[in-house]
């Protein structure tokens, strides 16, 4: 008997100690008001590929990543792909019962442009699915759900990459033309718009390491032109809504970018600043610093290293022209997917292939032990790095007006109690707030995701959803998670609850 109470008391003691030791690795002190703003805007967020199937339904073109995962299954982590996923195209009713539940203020959702035009090109615009884009935002608006569109998600058309897609200028042109299409249908009722998600991802991913689609492997040059391109079509984009659409739709448009915070064991600002300008910086600093242009250190590395390679030329192109100043300002806010964090110092040995990314920022990244890490390997909960990256962005760009447009954890999928999902919304909520009332200027917090997706090349083996979705069912049922409860509290308090 003595045995066995010992045994019970040892485990009892052990379970407290894990569980005092994962909420103090996922958590995150409170400073000032316990209120976020009135006016502060919480949602959820998906994007078309990874939730939307119907992959070829009513005359959808197919984009790059259609393609890649018809013919290379073997690069998805479990030979999936998306075209069922969640089948939104077909139940969009589904997420909005979800949406309804949660109560959020508005949902981020994207557009899939080979569906508006199948080639890419106006000339192949497909009326169906303008009409069903016009459902979904009909249906949030009728339920007091704001809008917030995103344009591009990933999913290139095809037609435009047998071209060159992104590292071809006529994309710019391209583009534009489909925004255009977009804000004269949704215009009326979208008035939030992001132009792009994630560049500095599709970029690198697509045409450095090429462990994306098209697969282009030419790192540290092609790379860098599509990121080039990217921001020039998003300025041309943002020029078209202020000349032609502002006055009478009055929205705003911004484009999402992503960055991890760095940290340094040395206290050495300089590589902390370094690791910025590389990763935030690099597409944050021409739309939104005073200057415009992409970093001076980039600049000068990327120039010298280009020179010592042999070129006649930088890898990093230079904003000819008038291109500089349209891009400089072009945003009336920063979308910002926040997810993790490292440590950073100056390499030890060369970084990466040359040329590459890696070699011209040459620093090497760590964790600590310590962190809380999700089902992804690269996903750790790190809080304090969302609280340094917004201030990072007050210092640095003029307090711009700051959407947090993704934060998520993602899980196995094995159960609906996600309490590390709560812990770590419950510490990025509160990292948001300690930034508000030390003065940052962010609006509005989107959880990543409404729904469990297509996690890109981890396939369905990752789950970043509020709702489970049954994969095995035709009717795709959506399921709450614990978190999804939790949230729906956060939104009805405007506070952050306790745990549990
Ligand atoms: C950011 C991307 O925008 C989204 O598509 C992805 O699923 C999440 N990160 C999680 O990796």
Redesign the pocket.
């Known amino acids: 008997m003595i045995k066995l109470w010992s045994t019970f008391f040892v485990v009892t003691l052990l379970t407290c100690f894990v569980a005092n030791n994962v909420a103090e690795q996922c958590s995150l002190s409170a400073k000032g008001s316990p209120n976020f703003p009135a006016n502060f805007s919480f949602g959820v967020a998906t ?1 078309a590929y ?1 939730i939307e199937g119907g992959w070829n339904a009513d005359g959808k073109g197919p984009s790059i990543w259609d393609d890649f995962t018809h013919s290379d299954p073997e690069k998805i982590r479990d030979k999936s792909n998306g075209d069922i996923a969640a089948d939104s195209y077909h139940r969009f009713e589904q997420d909005l019962q979800a949406l309804k539940e949660l109560k959020v203020n508005h949902y981020r959702f994207s557009i899939a442009w080979s569906r508006i035009y199948p080639t890419g090109d106006i000339s192949s615009r497909n009326q169906k699915a303008i009409d069903y884009y016009n459902h979904v935002i009909d249906k949030l608006i009728a339920n007091g759900i704001k809008p917030m569109v995103t344009m591009f ?2 999913d290139l058309p095809s037609e435009i990459q047998k071209i060159g897609g992104f590292t071809n200028s006529l994309l710019i042109n391209q583009f534009v033309v489909y925004a255009i299409e977009l804000f004269e249908n949704y215009g009326d009722r979208v008035k939030t718009w992001i132009t792009f ?2 560049p500095y ?1 599709y970029c690198h991913n697509g045409y450095g390491d090429a462990t994306y689609p098209p697969q282009v492997y030419a790192p540290g040059v092609a790379d860098y032109l599509c990121i080039d391109n990217t921001l020039k079509a998003h300025a041309a984009a943002y020029r078209s809504y202020q000349s032609r659409f502002a006055k009478t739709q009055g929205g705003k448009v911004g484009i ?1 970018l ?1 960055s991890r915070y760095f940290f340094s064991k040395t206290n050495d600002e300089d590589v902390i600043d370094r690791a910025m300008q590389y990763n935030l910086g690099l597409l944050a600093h021409p739309i939104f610093s005073k200057t415009g242009g992409y970093p001076d250190v980039m600049i000068m590395d990327i120039g010298a290293n280009s020179q010592k390679e042999g070129r006649i030329r930088s890898r990093l192109p230079s904003f000819k022209g008038k291109w500089r100043d349209i891009v400089k300002g072009s945003a009336d806010f920063l979308g910002l ?1 926040y ?1 993790s964090s490292r440590y950073i110092k100056p390499a030890s040995k060369p970084n990466g292939v040359s040329p590459s990314w890696e070699r011209d920022f040459n620093c090497d990244a760590s964790i600590d032990p310590k962190w809380l890490r999700a089902a ?1 390997d690269w ?1 750790y909960c790190v809080p304090e790095g969302l609280e340094g990256i917004l201030k990072f962005i007050r210092d640095e760009y003029d307090n711009v007006e700051v959407i947090i447009t ?1 934060n ?1 954890w ?1 899980d196995d999928g094995t159960g609906l109690i996600d309490d590390d999902r709560i812990r770590y919304l419950k510490s990025h909520l509160q990292a948001v707030l300690n930034a508000i009332n030390d003065g940052c200027n962010v609006r509005g917090y989107t959880t ?2 409404l729904i469990d ?1 297509f ?2 090349l981890r396939g369905y083996t ?1 789950k ?1 959803g509020l709702y489970a979705v049954n994969m095995s069912s035709p009717n795709r049922e959506r399921t709450a998670k614990k978190s999804a409860g939790y949230y729906r509290e956060v939104i009805q308090k405007r506070q952050i609850p306790s745990l549990f």
Do not use: R
């Open positions: 994007a990874q998600h990933y998600n994630e991802d999402t992503d997917n997810y992804s996903l993704e998520g993602s990543w995701s997706n996690e890109w990752e970043f």
